[in-house]
């Protein structure tokens, strides 16, 4: 029975292939809140189509539920089966999605053309390949097996017809037999041993699928996210933003000067989350967008420094808006190997402008 069509069972593979990274998300320990100094966990939401979606809430919510009613929602607030406590925490829970997307930001502003995160990032990807190729050495060892007990069964086949032939005595055979048989016995025992672990045995077909959703979209996000949390402390969630501390020693070894001037004064990297983007709304562009949208396109090479001079924002909040002008397709990065990356403008800035609230 044929069930799934080839993108869902390229998905299906996907997920697997993920696995082979770590059992549990990148992210686990990493996230912190910042209203209550819980640790943020996981949760998965799986969607009536089969995807699923990680959401990442505070422990002590998740526990307890929230503290005070939501002046936001007191719809909900008011339904008998939110819960509330002196112990909880009104912080909000975010989408993996979010928290990828800003990682993801970081990466792109801050470690694009950095060698060793390219590197950190290929060697995670080859380790999902040689996680591959380790079931395809297992095969070749039961392959072995095999042949060494068909090959036993073929002695003891011979030193039976000796026997009839009277070759050897009936003592001499039984000996034999009985040494043959104990090795017979300790390959049969290696091999159930090994044929145990089912699912691991693959046919070639499988190997290759494996290593092709090894190199996936998916799995390449996750690799550069794995190889970015390299340099990551925690990532602090309060209700408006994200604060992210790094590893000193890591942004030091790599000198990565762009990101340390950034950590200079404040030692965090401040991401303001949207009302909107709690909402998962999108939203359209302001008069400040305006001004940095235009700016890039008379200038492909123009600098985040230039655009916070220009504007008189922060560089933070210059790349959060930029962040949205990306997500909401107006522009990107080309980046041509051997050369400083650049913008590109792919549409127009639309007429109806809506004041955006950058924070
Ligand atoms: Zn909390």
């Given at each position: 029975m044929h069930i799934l069509d080839e993108r869902s069972f390229k998905r299906v593979e996907s997920v697997k292939t993920r696995d082979y990274f770590k059992n549990c998300s990148v992210l686990s320990g990493k996230i912190i809140c910042g209203e209550c100094g819980s640790v943020y966990t996981r949760q998965v939401r799986k969607l009536s189509g089969g995807d699923r979606i990680y959401d990442w809430m505070c422990a002590r919510y998740r526990e307890f539920?929230?503290?005070?009613?939501?002046?936001?929602?007191?719809?909900?607030?008011?339904?008998?089966s939110v819960r509330f406590s002196e112990e909880g925490c009104d912080n909000i829970t975010i989408k993996q999605e979010t928290v990828y997307k800003v990682l993801n930001d970081i990466k792109c502003e801050?470690?694009?053309?950095?060698?060793?995160?390219?590197?950190?990032?290929?060697?995670?990807?080859?380790?999902?390949?040689?996680?591959?190729?380790?079931?395809?050495?297992?095969?070749?060892?039961?392959?072995?097996?095999?042949?060494?007990?068909?090959?036993?069964?073929?002695?003891?086949?011979?030193?039976?017809?000796?026997?009839?032939?009277?070759?050897?005595?009936?003592?001499?055979?039984?000996?034999?037999?009985?040494?043959?048989?104990?090795?017979?016995?300790?390959?049969?025992?290696?091999?159930?041993?090994?044929?145990?672990?089912?699912?691991k045995v693959k046919t070639l077909e499988d190997r290759i699928r494996?290593?092709?959703?090894?190199?996936?979209?998916?799995?390449?996000?996750?690799?550069?996210?794995?190889?970015?949390?390299?340099?990551?402390?925690?990532i602090y969630v309060y209700t408006d933003r994200f604060e992210i501390t790094f590893h000193m020693d890591k942004v030091l070894s790599v000198e990565n000067h762009e990101l340390l001037k950034e950590l200079e004064s404040s030692s965090r990297l401040v991401y303001m989350i949207a009302k909107e983007d709690m909402k998962y709304k999108r939203n359209a562009l302001d008069k400040t967008n305006e001004i940095i949208y235009n700016a890039i396109k008379e200038n492909s090479k123009i600098q985040i420094q230039e655009l916070a001079e220009l504007t008189g924002l922060s560089r933070t909040t210059i790349h959060f808006r930029i962040q949205r002008f990306k997500e909401l397709g107006y522009l990107g990065h080309r980046t041509?190997?051997?050369?400083?990356?650049?913008?590109?403008?792919?549409?127009?800035?639309?007429?109806?402008i809506e004041r955006v609230d950058a924070g």
């Open positions: 539920g929230r503290k005070t009613p939501n002046q936001y929602k007191p719809w909900v607030s008011n339904r008998t801050y470690f694009g053309s950095d060698n060793q995160l390219i590197g950190d990032t290929i060697g995670l990807l080859k380790e999902s390949i040689e996680r591959c190729k380790k079931d395809d050495t297992m095969q070749k060892e039961i392959e072995n097996i095999e042949y060494e007990i068909e090959r036993l069964n073929e002695t003891i086949r011979n030193l039976t017809e000796n026997m009839l032939d009277g070759v050897i005595s009936k003592e001499t055979y039984k000996d034999m037999v009985k040494r043959y048989e104990e090795e017979r016995m300790e390959w049969d025992s290696q091999l159930s041993g090994m044929k145990g672990k089912g699912d494996d290593i092709e959703a090894a190199l996936n979209e998916e799995t390449l996000e996750e690799a550069t996210i794995s190889s970015i949390l390299e340099y990551i402390d925690k041509e190997p051997g050369r400083k990356k650049e913008w590109e403008i792919y549409r127009e800035l639309d007429s109806g």
